[in-house]
């Protein structure tokens, strides 16, 4: 049987300017508290994100929202700020795996 073939993600964040940060779990919540990421949970909690219409906003000021907060760009691609520690959703996506990604194939 023919393996399937592993997409390598591109950086190209995409999948990061979803709103992933509203599937943040109690596990993952728990982990930022062990690891005394208090810059994190302020983030979250003070940017958590709700959906306009057709954007996002921080639900505390209404300030329009780009995408994850801990997304940021180097040159042409994306960088996740707290790969490391980021939360189990985006620890779980597979590249290609959703519309979202432009590698994504329907197979
Ligand atoms: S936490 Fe990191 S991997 Fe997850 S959406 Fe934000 S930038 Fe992307
Ligand atoms: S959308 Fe796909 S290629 Fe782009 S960052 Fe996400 S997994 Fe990587």
Redesign the pocket.
């Known amino acids: 049987m023919k393996e399937k073939e592993t997409?390598k993600?591109?950086?190209?964040?995409?999948?990061?300017l979803a709103n992933l940060i509203a599937y943040v779990t109690a596990e993952d919540w728990e982990r930022w508290k062990r690891q005394g990421r208090e810059d994190i949970i302020h983030i979250i909690e003070n940017q958590q994100a709700v959906w306009a219409g057709d954007h996002f906003v921080s639900a505390k000021d209404g300030k329009y929202l780009h995408g994850c907060p801990f997304l940021v760009r180097e040159g042409n691609r994306?960088t996740c700020t707290i790969y490391e520690t980021r939360p189990r959703v985006c620890r779980d996506?597979?590249?290609?795996s959703s519309e979202?990604?432009?590698?994504?194939r329907n197979k």
Do not use: T
Request: net charge positive.
């Open positions: 997409i993600c591109r950086r190209c964040g995409k999948c990061c994306y996506y597979i590249p290609g979202l990604c432009p590698q994504y």
